[in-house]
């Protein structure tokens, strides 16, 4: 496995795999990798000729008062679980090359930057979107694979690529869990003993509005009310920041639920804002 800082280096590398018609898959991460980071990666490998894993703490995607000192990080274990998987080059850039002092250019998608994580991280999608831009002009993939936890990111990402023409596929795979249904997140080490074991019951309450819709729920008021108690009397350590439900495409929130419906939650523990969701009517 390379490990390549410099952009140019890395495009430069890639340019090459291209020009001999190569397959290059991309998996953008932030890095602390989990089971989630690690299967989007096997994944990745089954497809790809060169596969290259980006690690990058992006901090044009943190607000002010958000947790980008507080974001976990241990690279040489990160590169350690990338060789074992696969990876042909692990992509390790600082903030300073990826942006110059006098960055002025951004990428932004705003119809899908509203609402749910939008709406308390109002600067995030921005970031994301000028990112991941960057790493799909640098790695010129195939394709690029990122996962459903984030399905908002998801969303934005491939209305991106086709707004822009960005010649690749973007694949979304499924959320990976612990046993006990909590979605794999870097941001779980932060939770405290209390808050881990009860935090099982985010997902749990996701299932349950799922029953509900089953059982004939189909007012996206009355499921989102529902919901809430739900976690009050589970999750009464947290704080909800949203419950919503939206249509998985466009992310506009939905007054009736009809056929396929994505129902997306965030909630603050003390040192950690959690994200899951679920997609009604699959």
């Not at 899908?112 to 999608?125: D, I």
């Not at 909590?182 to 009860?198: F, H, I």
Request: a neutral charge; one cysteine or more; charged letters at 25%.
């Amino acid at each position: 496995m390379n490990i390549i800082n410099d952009p140019l280096a890395l495009q430069r590398t890639c340019l090459n795999w291209r020009s001999e018609g190569l397959v290059v898959g991309l998996v953008p991460t932030m890095g602390y990798f989990h089971a989630g980071h690690l299967s989007l990666m096997d994944y990745a490998r089954s497809r790809a000729d060169r596969l290259v894993v980006s690690l990058f703490v992006n901090p044009t995607q943190f607000g002010p008062n958000e947790d980008l000192s507080r974001y976990p990080r241990d690279p040489e274990r990160d590169a350690a679980l990338a060789r074992e998987h696969g990876v042909d080059l692990l992509f390790t850039p600082e903030p300073g090359v990826m942006y110059a002092p006098d960055h002025a250019t951004w990428v932004e998608v705003p119809t899908l930057a509203r609402g749910l994580c939008a709406a308390s991280r109002p600067v995030h999608f921005r970031g994301v979107a000028t990112v991941v831009s960057k790493l799909f002009l640098l790695t010129l993939p195939g394709f690029a694979v990122f996962g459903e936890k984030d399905f908002q990111q998801l969303a934005l990402i491939r209305r991106m690529v086709r707004d822009l023409n960005f010649p690749l596929e973007v694949v979304g795979r499924p959320i990976v869990r612990e046993a006990d249904g909590l979605a794999l997140s870097s941001r779980n080490v932060n939770l405290t003993p209390e808050e881990r074991r009860a935090a099982p019951a985010i997902r749990q309450g996701l299932l349950a509005a799922a029953d509900w819709v089953r059982g004939g729920v189909r007012t996206s008021g009355e499921l989102t009310t529902r919901l809430r108690a739900f976690y009050a009397e589970r999750l009464p350590m947290s704080r909800l920041d949203y419950a919503e439900i939206v249509d998985p495409d466009s992310m506009d929130p939905l007054a009736e639920i009809p056929g396929r419906a994505l129902l997306a939650v965030a909630l603050h523990m003390s040192r950690a804002r959690l994200i899951d969701n679920i997609l009604l009517g699959d």
